[in-house]
């Protein structure tokens, strides 16, 4: 959806943003939503800034539940945050709302969007460089989980239903299987001999769920890297950002998440599957990081089942990719032939590799 500048305006006006427009421009490298920064001038001459941003209604058909969420997890984290006294507590985003009290508001087509306060001072990188990188990426991650176990209220809304349910992932993927609507299963015989040989050990995290050896938490759900934001200065995390898929799930769906995205030694769509390794050093930081600040509300099962999460995860998207491309690529955003089937090949690559390594990593642990 995208904006022209008097769109962007008139619900800056609905939000009951103050001062002289200035200028609005797209902002960040997201894919799902439309992303703009506005900035103001206000009486005294200071100049601010806003986030606003077109919510995808195809992938989030509930908007209103999306930021009933977002409304009580960010309202939650700035009593938190107002209750530290130490002055080491990091931001959180902080919503901008309409005169009847709603964190969001509808253009002239129907369509929804929403207002931040723009986080000031802070940068974020796609990618992990370095241990130090993920150390402090997890470490943020786990702050977010612990300050969010005691969110009070009814359980949050799925804004996703059933994201990280990895037996319905392969349910999925043999659906595509059977279904064949592309024309593609000549080609993808070993990928799926790989996938029925793992399909009950990824169904480990959910039967552990549904037989309570694990509980339900309040889990973000997206965590590559660039969605912490670091402090310039300390390169520190400051903000966790991009709240659209926070909502029920298990801590591992999270941790195995920064596993996938954190320690590959290729990027995800690397067409050469044998450069594709687990860089131990990096999950190592991830591990220290992340133990280091939500270690105290763990459970001593979640905290053992935390090195099989990143196999778990990084196998789940690899069924994802692997039923696109079956399904001819409806989905995911391809730019070349097989894009889909190389992504999944490289899931499949760094599931083995993590799986191999998990001696090592429970050591570590």
Not at 10 to 22: D, E, I, Q, S, T
Not at 30 to 38: F, P, Q, V
Not at 161 to 189: C, I, M, S, Y
Request: net charge negative; proline share 4%; glycine share 8%.
């Amino acid at each position: 959806m995208k904006a022209t500048i008097e769109r962007l305006q008139r619900m800056a006006k609905k939000m009951r943003v103050k001062g002289k427009f200035l200028e609005g421009i797209p902002f960040g490298s997201g894919h799902i939503n439309d992303t703009y920064r506005l900035t103001f001038e206000e009486a005294d001459g200071t100049i601010r800034h806003y986030t606003f941003q077109g919510i995808n209604s195809n992938v989030f058909p509930n908007p209103p539940a999306v930021m009933e969420n977002i409304d009580r997890v960010t309202t939650h984290l700035q009593e938190k945050i107002a209750a530290d006294r130490s002055g080491k507590r990091r931001e959180t985003i902080r919503l901008l709302k309409t005169e009847d009290n709603l964190p969001y508001c509808l253009d002239l087509d129907g369509n929804y969007w929403r207002a931040y306060h723009f986080v000031e001072n802070v940068n974020s990188f796609d990618v992990l460089s370095n241990p130090e990188q993920a150390y402090q990426i997890a470490k943020s991650f786990g702050e977010f989980q612990c300050d969010l176990a005691d969110l009070p209220g009814k359980r949050l809304n799925e804004t996703i239903k059933d994201f990280h349910h990895t037996p319905n992932r392969f349910a999925q993927l043999w659906e595509a299987v059977k279904n064949d609507r592309a024309g593609r299963l000549k080609d993808v015989t070993k990928e799926l001999d790989y996938f029925h040989s793992v399909e009950e050990e990824c169904g480990t995290l959910v039967r552990a769920l549904n037989e309570g050896a694990v509980p339900e938490r309040v889990t973000h759900n997206d965590t590559k890297c660039n969605n912490i934001l670091l402090d310039e200065k300390t390169n520190e995390g400051a903000c966790v950002i991009d709240l659209d898929t926070v909502m029920p799930g298990l801590v591992h769906y999270d941790f195995g998440d920064m596993v996938r995205g954190g320690t590959g030694s290729t990027a995800e769509d690397e067409v050469d599957d044998s450069k594709v390794y687990m860089r131990k050093e990096m999950f190592e930081g991830l591990l220290k990081g992340y133990l280091e600040s939500a270690k105290n509300f763990l459970t001593p099962t979640e905290t053992e089942l935390l090195p099989l999460s990143g196999k778990i995860i990084t196998l789940e998207i690899g069924t994802r990719f692997l039923a696109d491309y079956l399904n001819g690529d409806v989905y995911f955003k391809t730019s070349r032939p097989n894009h889909n089937l190389d992504r999944a090949r490289v899931q499949i690559a760094l599931g083995k590799s993590i799986g191999d390594a998990l001696p090592e990593l429970m050591k570590m642990l």
